[in-house]
């Protein structure tokens, strides 16, 4: 009878072992964490979770990623840091903040690039041009994939002290940057004092006086309430900044290619969408910060011809750190793209 008994248990756990294996999906659902720097329903947090509900949707549920806004998970360095490791499967990650990781990752971050979005359009967003190309190469060199890119914005200054009508009105302001190369080059050159910090003790620094300004554009200075602490903002359009979808590659390495198909595909149609859609409120960012009781300063075409002939006189200061035939081939992209 016993052994009778153990050959009935052991054909019924056959014949369960063989259902779950044919249900692969119900047996085991592939859990993710995905983390931002970004405010609470900002512009990118909305699109990382239209990305998050996407992916659900197109994988019939078996892959679920869960969104972190907010430095919920530390700020973009520690974030990339986790994704190297494999410690955290996903980000929405700004490669400029991430020069700590590798000096490469800012290069996009070189002054005055483009000035307009139809030179944003033709440089950053060629999945053929020098900027992405290297970007891709340099992340995936610390185990990080990128999955597509998004816009934040063009970068302004604001500041507490005084109005930044032309490059000498940047002398002796304390301004925090990124940790920046390119950025902080640029303004060293203006003679500023600059201070390097991450993103999340930005707010407090501004509002305890540790430094006198920021550079960041009209929807991170709005979403993040940074505006609050300041009275001047000047938009230099000094830097142009994009970032990246990206994926720790012990996560990526153990999804399916169709799998991944799914999760390139939805990042480029997401972005697109995030792109088109931050332009349009870049605007309205710039009109609440005014309505806020914040000067608003557009410089005209002989002040930012000074803003630009300032910012591109770093260039070749930089060359040891991006490489003299990386700054080569980004030049011929901008001439060409100012011929258009």
Not at 219 to 235: A, G, H, V
Not at 257 to 283: H, S
């Amino acid at each position: 009878m016993k052994r009778h008994f153990a050959i009935k248990f052991a054909a019924a756990a056959f014949v369960a072992s063989a259902m779950l294996g044919s249900f692969p999906a119900l047996a085991q659902q592939v859990k993710a964490r995905m983390g931002h720097v970004f405010a609470t329903n900002s512009p990118m947090d909305q699109a990382a979770k239209e990305f998050a509900k996407l992916i659900g949707e197109r994988s019939n549920g078996k892959i679920a990623i869960t969104v972190f806004p907010d430095s919920q998970l530390g700020g973009e360095q520690a974030q990339a840091r986790e994704l190297s490791r494999g410690s955290l499967e996903l980000a929405l990650l700004n490669p400029g903040s991430l020069a700590g990781l590798d000096p490469l990752l800012d290069i996009h971050y070189l002054p005055y690039i483009a000035s307009d979005f139809k030179a944003v359009d033709a440089i950053f967003y060629n999945p053929n041009g020098i900027l992405q190309k290297t970007l891709r190469e340099t992340l995936a060199k610390h185990k990080i994939q990128t999955l597509g890119f998004f816009e934040l914005e063009f970068r302004a200054v604001t500041n507490s002290k005084q109005p930044i009508k032309s490059p000498a009105d940047l002398t002796g302001l304390k301004l925090r940057v990124p940790g920046s190369a390119a950025i902080k080059s640029f303004f060293e050159a203006a003679g500023t004092q600059v201070v390097v910090m991450p993103f999340p003790e930005l707010f407090t620094a501004l509002q305890q006086q540790a430094v006198d300004g920021q550079d960041n554009g009209a929807s991170i200075t709005y979403e993040s309430r940074l505006f609050e602490t300041q009275k001047y903002m000047t938009t230099t359009q000094h830097v142009y900044a994009m970032g990246t979808v990206a994926s720790s590659s012990r996560f990526w390495d153990k999804l399916s290619d169709a799998d991944k198909k799914i999760f390139k595909d939805t990042a480029e149609e997401v972005m697109a969408r995030q792109i088109k859609n931050n332009r349009e409120l870049n605007g309205q960012f710039l009109q609440k910060i005014e309505a806020s009781g914040i000067k608003v300063f557009r410089p005209d075409a002989q002040a930012m011809a000074e803003f630009e002939k300032l910012g591109q006189s770093v260039w070749d200061k930089l060359a040891p750190i991006y490489g003299e035939e990386r700054i080569a081939a980004l030049r011929e992209e901008v001439r060409k793209a100012r011929q258009q």
